[in-house]
């Protein structure tokens, strides 16, 4: 008998499932490691990659409330490298191409969430029959909220005097309630991988670097969309002087990412080796790389 079990977590079909790979079972048939799918849920997040570490506590606790779902997460293409690599409760990952909108779009869902304003991403889930939470488009071509479990989050984005002013919420407890679930100060749902981990450490120990050392990170980046929020390179610079100043036996790592090589050289340049205390990492490593160098620090 040749039966084949396409509702199955393992399930690839275009190859043997990983199960197979390392000789844990034959095929499908008398699997004992077939698990049914029983929720498929897509979330829709596309902001920044802070804005992807905080909505992971959504997908974290949607995967210990159904833990035979299948989570997956329509986003941008930089944050669809974090969640690949570094958040685990996601099972699949798309970035924001008409192809991967055609992929989404034939499936059928126990829930969608969209978080996004986006047009793309608000028609195509207006157009999803599946139960819906978040936001989707009226008949005018607007955004609206699908439920009342989204309007404190609307209201941020409408709304600059409830933003600054009335708002006493975090943004994570925001997005679970959007998502209908109980916020009870949920954890991010992130980790470091080996391999990374391993590069970071080694890379610390060439600069002399040791456990025993307390060794501080300075993240002088932040997203290009919100650059006017940006602290100027010097005053980071100002800030390596006090710490070291005051305690000469800090090591302190400058963290920064591929959209920050104007300030990293500025702060090199305002060093020019004077304070050796002073360990400046690469701009252009991966995003998981750079969460493990995070990780190092204190």
């Given at each position: 008998m040749n039966t084949f079990h396409t509702d199955c977590t393992y399930w690839e079909g275009q190859k043997p499932c990983t199960k197979q790979k390392i000789n844990l079972t034959k095929g499908c048939y008398k699997c004992?490691?077939?698990?049914?799918?029983r929720q498929n849920i897509l979330i829709i997040e596309a902001g920044g990659l802070g804005s992807t570490l905080r909505t992971s506590v959504v997908a974290k606790e949607l995967k210990i409330i159904y833990p035979h779902s299948i989570i997956q997460w329509l986003t941008n293409s930089q944050s669809a490298e974090l969640i690949l690599s570094n958040i685990p409760s996601v099972d699949r990952v798309y970035s924001m191409t008409w192809e991967n909108f055609m992929i989404l779009g034939v499936q059928i869902y126990y829930i969608i969430i969209n978080f996004e304003s986006n047009p793309v991403c608000?028609?195509?889930?207006?157009?999803?029959?599946?139960?819906?939470?978040g936001f989707m488009l009226n008949d005018f071509g607007n955004p609206i909220i699908v439920s009342s479990s989204a309007k404190e989050f609307i209201k941020l984005q409408t709304n600059d005097h409830f933003r600054k002013m009335e708002n006493k919420k975090s943004m994570q407890q925001i997005l679970m309630e959007v998502a209908g679930l109980t916020w009870q100060r949920q954890n991010y749902d992130i980790v470091t991988r080996e391999n990374d981990d391993d590069w970071a450490t080694a890379f610390f120990e060439s600069q002399g670097i040791t456990k025993k050392d307390m060794l501080i990170g300075l993240n002088i980046g932040s997203s290009l969309?919100?650059?006017a929020k940006r602290?100027?390179?010097?005053?980071?610079?100002?800030?390596?002087?006090?710490c070291l100043e005051h305690h000469p036996e800090w090591k302190l790592a400058i963290l920064a990412g591929p959209e920050d090589v104007d300030d990293h050289k500025t702060i090199a340049d305002l060093n020019n080796q004077r304070l050796s205390n002073l360990i400046f990492t690469d701009h252009d490593n991966t995003?998981?790389?750079?969460?493990?160098l995070v990780n190092k620090t204190k």
């Open positions: 004992t490691f077939y698990s049914r799918i608000l028609a195509f889930t207006t157009n999803c029959s599946s139960n819906k939470k969309r919100h650059s602290w100027p390179p010097q005053y980071f610079y100002e800030l390596a002087e006090l995003v998981s790389q750079f969460i493990s």
